[in-house]
Structure formats: C-alpha cells, structure tokens
C-alpha cells in the first residue's frame, strides 16, 4: 500500500467550478501535512499547510480527519491559472523527509 | 525568502556517460538535503537524503554506487548520475529545509530534466 494515495484524475472542470480533492495516508505517526502545487516541468511548490481544525485561504480550504487519515482540498471559484497537478504530502514524526502523493491533474477549462 | 539554486536545468548526454547535478542553498546552510527522482505524469520519488560532511542515506532500491551524493558543504550539495543509460532519463529535484520555518520549510530546487540518449 502507498504511504500517501491520491486518485490520479485527471479532472477537467470548467472555470467557476468547485474542485474537490481527497488523500489518505497509511502512516498513523505522519505529523504534518500540506497540499503542493506542481505546474508542468516544474518543480513543487507549498499551496498550503494542512490543519487539524482546517485552514482557508481565499478560494481553498484544506481538512485534515486524523481519525479516517483523510486530507482534502477544495477549490472554490476554479480559475484557469489553478491548472496544475496537485500533491498531497505528508511528514512523518521523527522523519526529515516529505513523502509524496502520486498527484492530481487538474484542468480548467474556459 | 530561502533558495535553492539547481543546476544544470536541462542536460543530454550520451549512455555511459556520467552527469552531475548541483544544488546550492543560497541564503541559508543546509545541513540536510534531499534528492527526488520523477518520472512523467508521476510523483516525486525519494532517491537519498543528503547530510552535509557524512554519508547520504539511501532510499531503498536506490544504488548508492550509480547514485553519489556529496554534501561537502553547508550550502553545496551534488548528485553525479555515472555510467547514465535511457532509463535514468528523468526529472530530479532537490530540497532543502529552511529550520526556522517550522515543517512548512521545504524549499525546492528548480529540477534537472536528464536525458540520455
């Protein structure tokens, strides 16, 4: 089993549509949990941290259920510039190191 | 903001051939890198962690002798791809960890997109 498991997508939504994202994580010890956004031959960049008693930040709002080990993502509002693939990306205690979800493909359609 | 400098971003080179990639932290030290391996249209895959003046550590099925990691300095860390073949063609990137920016520290390089022919 993956550590940190996405569904892949791709989704194609058009613009102004909400976007839902989910992740689940295997390793009850992970610690701290964010949502990267990777543009096409680039590399990751911090969208946001992940919370257990959720955070927002103008159209996205990430959930953490540490009970379930379930992370989410939703955009709100979806622009043509949101078009990307999106990482789940969990650190686990005691561990330096990021493990990375395979990713969602999003694309926004006009 | 803490930045990592990667270099080079794009390199082709011929099979049995070895590469080198360089990563520089550029307003920080770095005791820590780390170096990911990705290929297309999947996630990014933690080749070794780099530790500044030891050896690095190895992820599992990584070969340590294919793969050298030295991390010399605090700012300086390089990954040498030797005797490259078709199947190491993909695009690694490394990371560094800003300390005093808590678990959200984690700043990446711009990735090196290897090929070899």
């Known amino acids: 089993r993956k550590e940190v498991e996405q569904d892949p997508g791709p989704f194609n939504v058009p613009e102004g549509a909400t976007v839902a994202f989910n992740c689940t994580y295997s390793?009850?010890?992970?610690?701290?949990f964010f949502w990267y956004r990777q543009d096409c031959r680039k590399e990751p960049k911090l969208l946001m941290s992940?919370?257990?008693s959720g955070n927002e930040d103008g159209r996205f709002t990430a959930q953490l259920n540490r009970a379930s080990q379930y992370i989410s993502l939703l955009i709100r509002d979806s622009k043509l510039s949101d078009s990307a693939t999106y990482l789940c990306v969990v650190n686990v205690r005691g561990a330096q190191k990021l493990v990375f979800g395979q990713g969602t493909r999003l694309t926004i359609n006009p | 903001g803490a930045v990592v400098s990667q270099h080079p971003s794009r390199v082709i080179c011929k099979s049995g051939t070895s590469v080198k990639i360089e990563c520089r932290s550029l307003?920080?030290?770095?005791?820590?890198m780390f170096w990911y391996r990705q290929f297309p249209k999947k996630s990014l895959m933690l080749m070794a962690t780099s530790n500044e003046g030891s050896k690095a550590t190895y992820e599992q099925g990584v070969e340590k002798d294919k793969f050298l990691i030295n991390h010399a300095s605090l700012t300086l860390s390089t990954l040498t791809v030797t005797s490259a073949h078709p199947e190491d063609s993909s695009f690694y990137i490394c990371s560094a960890r800003v300390e005093d920016r808590g678990s959200g520290g984690y700043t990446f390089g711009s990735g090196t997109r290897l090929t070899v022919v």
């Open positions: 307003d920080f030290q770095a005791t820590t």
């Open positions: 992940v919370y257990s």
């Open positions: 390793n009850s010890a992970s610690q701290s």
